[in-house]
């Protein structure tokens, strides 16, 4: 009896810490993908398997919006859990502007900020970010050493991240070359052959940065960690490895793009931008295959989104778009309206996936509004710990988990100064947009029924003048003064 009893003690000790592990956290983060470009939200040219598992295997959020129609401010938002009216960072401003001494970066957030990154590694998280940064140069308050991270590594710029063959990415505070002869982010060929091979290095950095995160995984695969992976594709540049593109039709591209709208020119523009995207699809396979080899993928929480939306046209008419893209023929936006850059929902909204086994249903769709503000609390709810206060956004964690959303739902807000000038309030049904704010002919009060009219094609601001006035009002409440990132909206 007394050898039963210590046995079964023994078992109960050795269970015990096991069965009280935190979930792990990984939150994939895609540049610039825009909703309808991969398989579960619609995409018929560009196969997404991997990202497709996850739909099979967790839920799709049908109705989920991103932090910012561009790079920093959605991360800002992502990271800080505030939205456009009250974070620190609103648009894409170089460290430099402010901060002479930083020759790369973005404007940095402040050592004020509280980030999801440090919360959780006060709660006994290892954190680890692999990617993409955009909140500040290292060695500033925006450093990702200085807001929560135990390790980072990838690019600390975005502009450096036009370039997928860099001279160096950073592992810390740390520059490690992998490009001696790097291969710069823009160029324009007007004439003669456009070859593939003169804009290819020899390190991809995708590759090198996935191979970083695997490690991260492998060393801290007995303790809790968050794994924040904000890959670079699809943005532009193109310049995918050459195995890829050729996985695409031929007949897809019959004139080379030569970079007349910026970035690098390609010979199959077409065929590149689909191959980054199915580049990124095998970087989110492999994650997913390491988590199951480790074991560790019964008791980890996947997200996966986007930025923002797909490259916008510029100009607006023309054979592409930005870069070379070419939204249009992939139906990127899934017909809704705009692209990166507009606060329409082709801006926004972007493909949302959450995978945790045993927690959220398999194979499930979601109708719930929800946006970048709102996956700190909601990982702080996943992870057991208290969530601070003064955050714009709210938990998810109810509704992801099969029960009703939170009601009410609190208003989600963009007050955008770039792109002319934009904001939009978005009450979950209703959203109010107005445009061009910074230019000299500010475009009128619009208002959309999100639920009859996702591609926001009929104006209702005449029609619904109280819930106008209750959008212009939450707008006026939740907009505070931000000298760098100015927008006044008139009250008119």
Sequence with gaps: MHALTCSLLTCLLMAGPEAEKKPNLVFILADDLGYGEVGAFGQKKIPTPNIDRLARQGMKLTRHGSGAPVCAPSRCVLLTGKHLGHAEIRGNRQASLSFPQFSEGQHPISGQALTLATVLRQGGYTTGGFGKWGLGPVGSSGDPARQGFDRFFGYNCQAVAHSYFPRSLWDNDRQVVINPQPVPGHKRQPEGEVRLEDYQGEIYAPD????????????????????????????????????????????????????????????????????????????????????????????????????????????????????????????????????????????????????????????????????????????????????????????????????????????????????????????????????????????????????????????????????LAKAQAVLAQQNSANPLFPVVVPRD
Aim: glycine share 10%.
């Design 208 to 467: 090198r940065i996935l191979r970083e995160a695997l490690g991260f995984l492998d060393a801290n695969r007995s303790k809790p960690f968050f794994l924040y992976l904000p890959f670079i594709e699809p943005h532009v540049a193109m310049h995918p490895p050459r195995a890829w593109v050729e996985r695409f039709p031929a007949e897809w591209d019959s004139t080379p793009y030569r970079g007349e709208r910026g970035y690098l020119p390609h010979p199959r523009p077409r065929a590149a931008y689909a191959a980054m995207i199915s580049h990124l699809d095998d970087q989110v396979g492999q994650v997913l295959d390491r988590l199951d080899t480790l074991g560790l993928a019964s008791n980890t929480l996947v997200v996966f989104s986007s930025d923002n939306g797909p490259t916008h046209p510029q100009p607006a008419t023309g054979p592409s778009s930005v870069g070379g893209a070419d939204p249009a023929f992939f139906n990127s936006t899934a017909n809704l309206r705009g692209h990166k850059g507009s606060v329409y929902e082709g801006g926004v909204r972007v493909p949302t996936l959450v995978r945790l086994p045993g927690k959220v249903p398999a194979g499930s769709t979601n109708l719930m509004p929800g946006y970048f503000a709102d996956w700190f609390p909601t990982l702080c709810e996943v992870a057991g710990l208290k969530v601070p206060g003064g955050l714009d956004g709210q938990s998810l964690w109810r509704g992801l988990t099969g029960g009703p959303a939170i009601e009410p739902r609190k208003p989600m807000v963009y007050v955008f100064p770039e792109y002319g000038g934009q904001v939009a309030v978005n009450l979950g049904r209703y959203k109010l947009v107005r445009t061009g704010l910074k230019t000299k002919n500010p475009g009128p009060w619009e208002l959309y029924d999100l639920e009859n009219d996702p591609s926001e094609a009929s104006n209702i601001a005449t029609r619904e003048p109280v819930i």
